[in-house]
């Protein structure tokens, strides 16, 4: 079983301040995915990264793919309230199972005013 | 229209009833996962399923049932609820490569 770790699970920060979330495996994925989850809703995708070393900009959020593919981060500058959420990463495997997605438990941010 | 839409939203049930979540899908993807969420455990699969005659266990499957009536149908069911299924249920379809699922909106169960 691939297990995706997430840190930190909690952050609570000042709205303007940057922060980063971080998603680690000690198993390579083909793809990883970030995705948002706001309360009564479901997740809805961010981005897809699929190449080691990727960096993909979605206005002041960064995502970026490890060169091993074992690991990805996600950075947000000038956080602002609407960015609070559960951060979801998740991961396709190698060998055939691009099909299952692997969830890592999520990062709760909370953007205060 | 929501590109995948779940029903009922919410739902409270008694232990032993039969229950079935619907799910359907304007996304004209062939596959479709279900998925249950619990505080501390993240997003599980149940089941999911390739097209309408391929369908798999996920690593959750016990006390569920699935059928897939049509490309844009699949249904879940909980043959005899019990209060640990009580949970966050959401429905999903991708695209064959996978990358990136489109989620329904979910449907909060309460068993009691």
């Known amino acids: 079983t691939q297990l995706l770790e997430q840190s930190p699970q909690f952050l609570s920060i000042q709205e303007g301040e940057n922060l980063t979330v971080y998603c680690n495996s000690s198993s390579v994925f083909s793809s990883l995915q970030w995705y948002r989850q706001e309360p009564g809703e479901g997740p809805v995708l961010l981005v897809t990264?699929?190449?080691?070393?990727e960096v993909k900009k979605l206005k002041r959020l960064t995502f970026q793919f490890g060169d091993a593919r074992k690991d990805s981060s996600l950075h947000i500058t000038a956080a602002q309230p609407g960015d609070t959420g559960l951060y979801l990463c998740?991961?396709?495997?190698?060998?055939?199972?691009?099909?299952?997605?692997?969830f890592g438990k999520g990062t709760l941010l909370t953007v205060n005013p | 229209d929501a590109d995948v839409t779940q029903t009922p939203r919410n739902r409270i049930t008694k232990t032993g009833k039969r229950i079935m979540l619907e799910c359907s899908q304007t996304?004209?993807?062939?596959?479709m996962y279900w998925y249950r969420q619990d505080p501390g455990l993240g997003l599980r699969l149940i089941y999911y399923?390739?097209?309408?005659?391929?369908?798999n266990k996920g690593e959750i499957s016990d006390g569920y049932s699935v059928s897939r009536q049509a490309q844009a149908k699949f249904s879940l069911s909980l043959e005899s609820a019990i209060p640990n299924q009580t949970a966050l249920y959401f429905c999903?379809?991708?695209?064959?490569?996978?990358?990136?699922?489109?989620f329904g909106s979910g449907t909060r169960l309460t068993v009691v």
């Open positions: 990264v699929v190449t080691g070393g």
């Open positions: 996304k004209g993807h062939d596959r």
């Open positions: 999903a379809t991708s695209d064959f490569y996978g990358y990136g699922y489109t």
């Open positions: 399923s390739f097209d309408v005659k391929d369908i």
């Open positions: 998740a991961g396709s495997g190698e060998g055939g199972s691009n099909y299952k997605l692997t």
